[in-house]
């Protein structure tokens, strides 16, 4: 991987919800490597854990208990202003929904993250149109969300996951919602964009089909994390 330190450290997580005797414990006790550069595929059947192990990855959610290391710094032990800027400046998310805003064309929902993080529009634009043409849609940049097929909505949410250059890029079922060709296509160019940018990938399926075409898979069952050797 061209080096031996590990970007993200997953140690002894876990996750429940609910109070008293109707807690449900979701995670028990993950503790998982991640190095850079790597794609990697977490699957297994639905309400196994696998997406709340994701959102808690990205950020979005906050452990029980055990940590979450990046590059050496425990990331739960942030403000959550910091942890917020955290996750625009290092994490790409790619959902089964894509989560485009229907009003805006290709161009201006690739280019959301950029604004928001406070780049000027002439610079937001040209590095949008970049990344679609990238991603193949350079004809479809002043396409709504609407006029798009599915695979092309996901190709958006894809160039706009990568707009400010993430270090690791969660995708959560990102072909569950695409036919089987389509969703191929899609993690033909999520792994493309593995390997030409080095970015971590790291994709959440319950589909074995997909998981069985990522170089690293680790399966997951009751709340629990195995790596398949």
Request: with cysteine; net charge neutral; charged share 25%.
């Amino acid at each position: 991987m061209g080096t031996t330190h590990p970007l993200i450290l997953v140690e002894n997580l876990f996750k429940s919800f609910g109070h008293g005797s109707k807690r449900v414990e979701v995670l028990k006790g993950i503790s998982l490597t991640f190095c850079p550069g790597e794609a990697v595929a977490i699957y297994g059947s639905s309400g196994v854990g696998k997406s709340t192990f994701m959102h808690i990855l990205g950020t979005l959610d906050r452990p029980t208990a055990g940590r979450v290391i990046y590059r050496g710094q425990d990331i739960f032990s942030m403000e959550e202003k910091a942890l917020a800027e955290f996750r625009n400046r290092e994490v790409g998310f790619i959902f089964q929904f894509y989560h485009l805003l229907p009003e805006f064309n290709a161009l201006e929902n690739t280019m959301m993250p950029a604004l928001i993080r406070g780049m000027h529009r002439g610079e937001a634009a040209m590095k949008a149109e970049e990344i679609l043409v990238e991603v193949g849609l350079g004809e479809r940049i002043t396409h709504k969300p609407g006029e798009l097929s599915g695979g092309e909505q996901q190709r958006v949410a894809a160039a706009r996951s990568l707009i400010l250059q993430p270090t690791v890029l969660l995708a959560d079922e990102p072909t569950g919602n695409l036919d089987a060709k389509t969703g191929h296509a899609i993690l033909d160019l999520l792994m493309r964009l593995n390997t030409e940018k080095r970015i971590t990938l790291i994709v959440v399926t319950h589909n074995h089909e997909i998981a069985s075409r990522m170089p690293r898979r680790i399966q997951m069952v009751d709340g629990k994390a195995f790596e398949e050797h």
